[in-house]
């Protein structure tokens, strides 16, 4: 486990490196929208994997806005559930990363039933229109919780 974090640690450092060729300023501005392509890990009974996109729109630096939708169950309904989110994020300039918290609130159209979740995750910006993003979710149900985890690309 040690060794894993390790990697990932060092992959995180060397791939901030690669990124620094652009300007920080440049890759988190304020009037950000950007298109979210997803894999998902659903920590149910089932244990479930699936795929979502999403779009989102920062207002400022810091603060933004989105909708997401993902898909686990290819023998249920078309579109699993829809969620609003509200991001708070924190550029690191010369990282090129930016943690983030989120907040969201949905409907799972299966299920019949409406969904809080909050959250966490960071993002590394490549170049200004590319970069790669994963987070967790805690997912508060009427009757249940479930855990989310994401990871993905972000394109502006």
Request: hydrophobic share 40%.
């Given at each position: 486990m040690?060794?894993t974090?390790?990697?990932?640690?060092?992959?995180?450092?060397?791939?901030?490196?690669?990124?620094?060729?652009?300007?920080?300023?440049?890759l988190?501005?304020?009037?950000?929208s950007?298109?979210?392509?997803?894999?998902?890990?659903?920590?149910?009974?089932?244990?479930?994997?699936?795929?979502?996109?999403?779009?989102?729109?920062?207002?400022t630096?810091?603060?933004?806005?989105?909708?997401?939708?993902?898909?686990?169950?290819i023998?249920?309904?078309?579109?699993?559930?829809?969620?609003?989110?509200?991001?708070?994020?924190?550029?690191l300039?010369?990282?090129?990363?930016?943690?983030?918290?989120?907040?969201?609130?949905?409907?799972?159209?299966?299920?019949?039933?409406?969904?809080?979740?909050?959250?966490?995750?960071?993002?590394?910006?490549?170049?200004?229109?590319?970069?790669?993003?994963?987070?967790?979710?805690?997912?508060f149900?009427?009757?249940?919780?479930?855990?989310?985890?994401?990871?993905?690309?972000?394109?502006?």
């Open positions: 040690k060794r974090l390790l990697l990932i640690g060092l992959a995180i450092v060397g791939l901030a490196h690669f990124a620094s060729r652009c300007e920080a300023s440049e988190f501005p304020p009037k950000d950007n298109l979210r392509v997803f894999g998902t890990y659903l920590d149910q009974a089932d244990k479930q994997w699936g795929g979502g996109l999403g779009l989102d729109y920062f207002v630096t810091w603060a933004g806005i989105g909708l997401s939708t993902h898909l686990e169950d023998e249920g309904t078309a579109v699993d559930n829809l969620a609003s989110e509200l991001y708070l994020r924190m550029p300039e010369k990282l090129h990363l930016a943690p983030y918290a989120v907040g969201a609130v949905g409907y799972e159209f299966g299920n019949q039933k409406w969904f809080q979740a909050v959250g966490g995750g960071v993002e590394l910006r490549f170049k200004k229109r590319f970069g790669i993003f994963a987070d967790y979710q805690y997912v149900h009427e009757d249940y919780d479930d855990n989310v985890i994401r990871a993905g690309i972000r394109i502006r």
